[in-house]
């Protein structure tokens, strides 16, 4: 499941709450920014 920030209100927003339309639950807002996931992905360079 992805995580996404509003925009507007900041709240953290589970995947699973945003549904069809992608609305912030909690206010309304029409922004999501997806979030990174935690620690990043490191590739060793050659």
Not at 21 to 36: A, D, H, T
Request: net charge positive.
């Amino acid at each position: 499941m992805s995580k996404y920030k509003c925009f507007n209100c900041g709240a953290t927003v589970d995947s699973s709450e945003v549904g069809d339309i992608v609305r912030c639950p909690y206010c309304g807002g029409r922004v999501l920014i997806k979030k990174k996931p935690e620690g990043g992905h490191h590739v060793k360079a050659r």
